[in-house]
């Protein structure tokens, strides 16, 4: 098992601060909300304490 970021669509109003913090580069705002590629997610979370909208939260995950 591991973390990665999940995105709750209904929270995300697309702003883009996680895209812009994320040390990897790996969130994109596409139809104004946040996608996350999950298979490179590192599961550090400094995208979701940055998150405004509190739409961004830590999961476990089988890859």
Do not use: W, Y
């Amino acid at each position: 098992m591991r973390k990665i970021v999940r995105v709750d669509h209904e929270k995300c109003n697309g702003c883009g601060v996680c895209a812009a913090m994320c040390p990897l580069k790996i969130i994109t705002i596409q139809s104004g909300k946040a996608i996350i590629k999950e298979e490179l997610c590192d599961g550090l979370g400094g995208c979701v304490r940055k998150c405004p909208q509190v739409a961004m939260r830590l999961v476990e995950v089988n890859f």
